[in-house]
C-alpha cells in the first residue's frame, strides 16, 4: 500500500512537470505527434531529421503511470512469504505450545486408586475424633428404643459408644415407672470393650421387667467414672411406654 502511494506521488509530479513544459514552451516549434514531426506555430528551423519519440507527451505520461499502477497491487499480491520466514514462525509456535503443556507429576507423587481409598477413611476418622472430642454428648447414639416407643418385657436395647471417651468408665442403664419406682438396672463396664479398639463400639442389652397394667416408663442412661466414683453424668433421659409381656396377657 505504501509503494503504490508513492509511485502516485511520482506519477503526479510526472503530469504537473509536463503541463509546465507545455505551457513554458516555444509556441513556434517543430512537436512530435504520433510519431510525426508536425510544426506548431512558425517554426523558424527546418523539420528534425531524428526520429520522433515524444517522450514528453501527456498520453505518454499517463499511459506509462497506468501500467504502473496496474502492476504494482498485482505484484503486491503475488508476493509469497520466505520459506525461512514460515519456519522461524513454526518453530515459535511449538515453542509456546511446549511452554504451556502441563508439568510431568513425578510418579513418586502420584497416588492410585488404592492409596486413596486408604487415606479417605483416616481423614473422616480424623474428623469425627475431633468432633467427638469437642462434643462428649454425642459420643452416644441410643439405636433402639425411640422416643414413646411401645416395650414389651423382653426388650432387646441397641446402641453405641464412642471408646476413647468411655475408657476407664461404667454406662448405667435403668428403667424407671413414670413415679420412679425402678424396674430394671444394668452396668455396662468399658472392660468389655476389646483392647486396642477405636471408634464406636456396639452394644446390645436385654431389658427384661414386670408391669401389670400399661404405664409410662423413663429409660435413663448414665456415664460413671471408674477413677472418680462419684462423678456421674447423664448422657440421655428416653420417654417410652410399657406394656404387660405377652405371658402375662
Do not use: H
Not at 57 to 82: G, H, V, W, Y
Not at 95 to 102: A, H, I, R
Not at 153 to 168: A, E, H, Q, T
Amino acid at each position: 500500500m505504501e509503494k503504490s502511494k508513492v509511485w502516485l506521488i511520482i506519477g503526479l509530479i510526472m503530469i504537473v512537470s509536463a503541463l509546465v513544459l507545455r505551457i513554458t514552451s516555444p509556441r513556434d516549434r517543430w512537436v512530435c505527434d504520433n510519431g510525426q514531426w508536425r510544426a506548431q506555430g512558425s517554426p523558424r528551423t527546418a523539420q528534425p531529421t531524428r526520429a520522433c519519440v515524444d517522450n514528453l507527451s501527456i498520453d505518454t505520461e499517463l499511459q506509462a503511470l497506468s501500467d504502473i499502477l496496474k502492476d504494482e497491487p498485482l505484484s503486491n499480491s503475488m508476493e509469497l512469504p520466505d520459506n525461512k520466514l514460515v519456519a522461524e514462525e513454526s518453530n515459535l509456535a511449538e515453542k509456546f505450545v511446549d511452554s504451556n503443556e502441563p508439568k510431568s507429576i513425578d510418579n513418586s507423587l502420584q497416588l492410585n486408586q488404592e492409596n486413596i481409598s486408604e487415606i479417605v477413611p483416616e481423614i473422616n476418622v480424623g474428623i469425627e475424633e475431633s468432633f467427638l472430642d469437642s462434643n462428649p454428648e454425642s459420643s452416644f447414639q441410643l439405636i433402639s428404643p425411640q422416643p414413646d416407643e411401645l416395650l414389651r418385657s423382653p426388650y432387646l436395647i441397641s446402641g453405641r459408644v464412642w471408646v476413647p471417651y468411655f475408657y476407664k468408665s461404667v454406662l448405667l442403664i435403668t428403667l424407671q415407672t413414670e413415679s420412679g419406682e425402678p424396674l430394671f438396672s444394668y452396668s455396662l463396664d468399658s472392660s468389655v470393650i476389646p483392647s486396642g479398639s477405636k471408634g464406636w463400639f456396639n452394644f446390645q442389652v436385654e431389658l427384661t421387667f414386670d408391669t401389670d397394667a400399661n404405664d409410662k416408663g423413663l429409660l435413663l442412661f448414665n456415664k460413671k467414672s471408674i477413677s472418680q466414683k462419684s462423678k456421674i453424668e447423664l448422657l440421655l433421659s428416653r420417654p417410652v411406654y410399657l406394656a404387660p409381656s405377652q405371658k402375662d396377657v
